[in-house]
Each structure stands twice: as C-alpha cells, then as structure tokens.
C-alpha cells in the first residue's frame, strides 16, 4: 500500500514508529504536513499538492493532527478522503473528537457512563448551574483543552465561581464536570484500534497534582482491563467514528466512567509501559481495510467505512 502520516513534525515518537511499522511491512509510506498541502476544490475535479507537486494514488492516511492545526488539517483530511484515500478517523470524526462538550452529548446519548457535567453561558446561571453539578470540588476544563492544559480543580464553591468568571472573561469554552475522588489521581488509557483494545496503561498524576497526564510528570504501567472497561472503551471510539482512539476512564465506585476520547493518541507512553507493537496494530488495521477492498468490488471512493455523519 501506499500510506500518507499526515504530521507536522517527522521527528515526533508517534510519527517515526509509525513510519518504521509500516515499511517492516513492506509499505510505501510518506509524511506530509498538513499545512503544506494545498487543494483544488471543484465539481468532478479534486486534487491535493504538496510543496509543488501532486499528491496521488494513495490507498490510506493516517492522521495525526496536532489540536492547533485542527481546521486546516481535517480540511486537508476531508479532501483526500473525497479523493477515494481510506483513513481510519475521518474528518468529522476528528472534529467531533476534539469538541469535548460535543463528544461528552454524544457519548451521553449512547448510554456511556461518565462524570456528571454541565455547561452554561450566562454569569447570572453559574449558582444554578453548579447547584446541577453537585458540591465541590469541580473540575473545570477547556473545551479544546489537550494533554492536561486548561483543566482546573476547584475545591470550594467560591473557587468554581472564579474560575468560571476567568474563562468567561477571556471568551472561552469551558465545561464543568464533578471531580472522582476515588480515582486518586489516576486514570486507564485504553488505546483501541478497529473495534479490539490493544493496549491499555494506567496512569499516575505527579505529586501534588491531580492531572494523570504524562506530559506533566505522570508516571504510567500496564494495566489489566476488565470486560466492562474494554466494552466501554470500544464503545465511545465507534460512537464517535474512530479506528484509532485513546480512551481514557476513570475508575469509580459507580464502575468505570469515561473521561475524553482523544483522535490522535499518542504512541511513547503506551507502548513503553506495555511493551505492545500499538504502530503494528495500527498499519495491520490499515492492511486488514485493503484486503477487504481488493474482495469488494465496490469503487474505490466508498472506502471510508468509519465515517459517519
């Protein structure tokens, strides 16, 4: 096959893994970044180039589209997908991903445990508005918030109310969610591929934190997930169209409560506390969508089967 890693640094973990699976694989495969890619939109007639020359014939892309590059890069991702190029996560799927709030209604709507969460514009709803949450302490988060920045603990009332008060001063989107105490800092990532998990960590905030992310200190070990966890798991990446998803849950005395869904999880930190091939599984799901195509002899631009609407 011939394989786009759409990524706008060669040198991250997650890319170059991905890179070395697919050609132990026998693969052709090319990063692109996104914001070097420019479209030709019109009826019949689609095309990508990249740094001056066409982008063509390829059979799948991987996306691993940084939070700062979201618009420009799905619009890249979108266009290569109405050009017949298969993709585990597509466009939309990335899009409702990394809208928190978004995902969290979905997700709700499925049935998906998770925190109790709510959200709301006017100053003069914030006293109701956490009367619906419950009592402190609350966590506090931005909406397109990623790897931990822009999530707050507040433990009093007064404090939720300030906080509340500086998002909505700097126009942010934010979402309020009750705080699992019984968590104890930590929480599982389960990375899930296709509709299995092939790897799952669980995550330890640093000292005197409350955020289990190991871009800020955390420490990370396997993790051994039970039958309602991977289900769960499962469950929110194909709620929400996702191939490739890293879902983080949070375990509670009310059974195991999603977290976020993440489009573009990363590879360093699972793969070195499982010891799990997660670039492997990943290419092979890509394999897996080829073989079925070359028995199918539907045309070629059906290929994305994740996409939903």
Known sequence: MKIAILS??????????????????????????????????????????????????????????GTQSTFYGTAVLRQLETMGVYTPNSSDAVLRARDKLRSLQILAAQGIAMPVTVFGDNPDDTQDLLAMLGEPPHVIKLNEGSQGTGVVLAEKRSGSQSVIEAFRGLYANFLVQEFIAEANGSDIRCFVVGRKVVAAMQREASPGDFRANLHRGGSAVAANLSAEEKRLAVKAAAALGLGIAGVDLLRSRRGPLLLEVNASPGLEGIEAATGVDVAGAIVELLQSNEAELLADTRPRRNRNKLRKS
């Open 8 to 65: 706008r640094n060669t040198r991250l973990y997650s890319t170059k893994r991905l890179v070395e699976a697919a050609r132990e694989r026998g693969h052709v495969v090319r990063v692109l970044d996104p914001l070097r890619c420019y479209v030709r939109i019109a009826p019949g007639s689609v095309a990508i180039r990249y740094k001056g020359k066409p982008v063509r014939d390829l059979d799948a892309a991987i996306p691993r589209i």
